[in-house]
């Protein structure tokens, strides 16, 4: 399949409109116009489709008010678009059951879409989720062994 530059383009600005209206503002009715009903989702944990989207994004805004996901780099070609992201919050809902910790968190994230037909038909996500969880006092430093013991 050949894949001329009007059409990377508007990948690319599709993949902005999401981040910007979809994840940053928590607009996830964005997802009805720009993920396929049957996208996969290769990231652990969370489902694929429209809903499976739009649950990530009102998830994000649960447990972060301010929310937002900035793109520091993209880069497109053919049918994909990679993404080098920064997530920022500060954590008023509960995680993992845990209370909110009322802390400030910055991560960054890395994304791959593969698009068909102006749409999201696969999603691979890499969010630096350890340093989220030390960041928020969720996962502590572990003790160091007793020597001799």
């Not at 994909?80 to 991560?107: H, K």
């Not at 890499?126 to 430093?141: A, H, I, K, T, Y």
């Amino acid at each position: 399949m050949s894949i001329n530059q009007e059409t990377i383009e508007r990948n690319v600005a599709a993949t902005r409109r999401l981040f910007e209206e979809g994840f940053t503002r928590g607009n996830a009715d964005v997802c009805d116009k720009l993920v396929s009903p049957d996208a996969i989702e290769h990231q652990r944990g969370l489902k694929g489709g429209i809903e499976g989207t739009k649950e990530t994004i009102r998830t994000l805004h649960e447990w972060f008010s301010e929310f937002e996901l900035t793109i520091d780099d993209l880069v497109a070609l053919g049918d994909q678009v990679w993404i080098r992201a920064t997530g920022r919050g500060l954590n008023t809902g509960s995680i993992f059951g845990r209370p909110p910790t009322g802390r400030r968190s910055e991560i960054t994230v890395f994304d791959q879409v593969r698009f068909r037909d102006g749409r999201i038909v696969e999603h691979w996500g890499v969010p630096d989720q350890l340093g989220l969880l030390m960041q928020l006092g969720l996962f502590g430093r572990p003790e160091p062994a007793p020597v001799g013991g």
